[in-house]
Every structure is written in structure tokens, then in C-alpha cells.
């Protein structure tokens, strides 16, 4: 992105390969464009929730790549790009949700557009008790009519595709806004579902 335009952008649904496919498709764009690596300003990574595996790659190659360029890295939640998405600007309080494992939802509140609290799990079919909703708030995105109609709240259950545009622009509006941002760190909501590994994880540099 320059000068609030999106330059470039490629997206290839894959089930694996991420890692080794990532950085020749990021060179792709900055070629299409005659740009290097050393003309970035900042770079924006979405942390997720998502695969955690793709989350891991992402990130870890953003702050590689800011650290090595001496440029900052912004991470953005999906739940930011999805809110970014939303066509209802008519609540102060939105509730973002998002697909989750077995048919269940992420989801994280937004007042005025911040953020409150953390990101939680819940069965879109058996609301929590203490899901507090005003009765003039929104829900926007992964079952939102069921939630939404549990609490006696507006919805917009659209789907949409979590684009790295959005990405770019959020960013960039943090770094506008005169944030800093801390390093970006995978948003994990749940634990994976695989076996954990005997070996110790790695330690994320602050």
C-alpha cells in the first residue's frame, strides 16, 4: 500500500506450503511494482485467530523481515478486519464474530470502535449467560442472526474474505494514529487441538 492505495495483492487458498510459498509471493507484488524490500515503511501482519500454523508463519516472518529492515511490524486481529468490514455503522457497540472449530464462534466486543476485552469461544446456539449486550448493539460476521437474535440485537452475517488490503490500510491507520504497536504476537483464542510436543516452545522476544 502507498498513499493509502493497495499497489498489489494475491490470494491462493492453500493447504499447505504456506511457508515456502509466502515470501516468493510477496516479492511477486513488490517485482509487479518495481519495488525492493528496503522501500517498505511497515509492514502489517494479521495475528489471527486463524490456522495456527499460518498464523505462526506470518508473523514470525513479518517481525524477521522488520527486524532485519529496521522498520516497525503492526499486527491487526481478524477481528479488526472483519469489524473493518462491516457495513453497519449505527451501534456504538459491536460484537465481531468469527468461525471457530465445531461449529462455535470467536468473538470480541468493540465499543466505538475499541476493543474490549478479550476474544472468547461460544456456542452460537447456547448463548453464555454473561454475553452483556446493550439491546442497540450489532453483531456482524460468522452466525451472527443466532447470536444476534439471542441477545435481541441487529446482525450482518455476511461473510467476507479477510483480505490483506484491510490489513495494509488498519495498519497503516495505527502508525497514523501515532501508536506503538508492540511487536505482533500470535492471538490464540483456544488451544490447538493436536497432541502438544515434548520439545520446549520457543521463546517470543518481547
Known amino acids: 500500500m502507498c498513499d493509502g492505495a493497495i499497489y498489489g495483492e494475491i490470494n491462493v487458498p492453500m493447504a499447505r506450503g504456506q511457508a515456502e510459498a509466502l515470501v516468493p509471493m510477496l516479492e511477486e507484488i513488490l517485482a509487479a511494482k518495481d519495488l525492493v524490500w528496503r522501500d517498505l515503511d511497515a509492514i502489517g501482519v494479521c495475528i489471527g485467530p486463524g490456522n495456527f500454523t499460518g498464523i505462526r508463519i506470518s508473523v514470525s ?3 524477521g523481515l522488520a527486524l532485519s529492515l529496521a522498520i516497525p511490524a503492526v499486527g491487526v486481529s481478524a477481528f479488526e478486519i472483519m469489524r473493518f468490514a462491516s457495513n453497519s455503522k449505527a451501534s456504538p ?3 465481531v464474530s468469527l468461525p471457530a472449530p465445531r461449529d462455535m ?3 470480541q466486543r468493540f465499543d466505538d470502535g475499541v476493543a474490549e476485552g478479550g476474544p472468547r469461544v461460544i456456542d452460537p446456539s447456547e448463548l453464555p449467560h454473561d454475553l452483556d449486550l446493550p439491546a442497540n448493539a450489532h453483531v456482524c460476521g460468522h452466525r451472527a442472526e443466532d447470536i444476534a437474535r439471542g441477545v435481541g440485537a441487529t446482525w ?3 461473510e467476507r474474505a ?3 488490503g484491510r490489513i495494509a490500510l488498519l495498519a497503516a491507520a495505527k502508525l497514523r ?3 506503538q504497536p508492540p511487536r505482533p504476537s500470535p ?3 483456544r488451544a490447538a487441538d493436536a ?3 515434548s520439545d520446549l516452545p520457543p521463546v517470543m522476544l518481547p
Open 156 to 158: 450482518d452475517d455476511r
Open 177 to 179: 494514529d501515532g501508536m
Open 162 to 164: 479477510q483480505v490483506g
Open 105 to 107: 464462534a470467536y468473538v
Open 61 to 63: 516472518l513479518a517481525r
Open 195 to 197: 497432541a502438544p510436543s
Open 93 to 95: 457497540v459491536e460484537l
Open 187 to 189: 492471538l490464540y483464542v
